[in-house]
């Protein structure tokens, strides 16, 4: 037989069942919506993991930072007190 446009279909995105024919109608207008659910998707779990990444993957930059700037505020020297 021929393919039913108006059968329910079930939109993952809207977790319910939508008539197939306007599934079509909003794939066609909406094109980058999917693409948005998925980035905020994407950048929600990046922001949950980035605390748990950071601490196993980077070095103690704070602590170099940290001597970089004790070390060149000891070694300079003030006009005023010479």
Do not use: C, H
């Amino acid at each position: 037989g021929m393919f039913d446009v108006s059968k329910p279909v079930f939109d993952l995105y809207a977790f319910r069942q939508v008539r197939g024919d306007a599934l079509v109608k909003y794939n066609t207008l909406n094109q980058s919506e999917p693409l948005r659910i998925n980035l905020w998707a994407l950048l929600m779990l990046i922001a949950l993991l980035a605390p748990s990444l950071q601490t196993s993957l980077s070095m103690d930059n704070t602590s170099i930072i940290g001597t970089t700037l004790a070390t060149t505020t000891t070694t300079t020297t003030d006009p005023a007190t010479t």
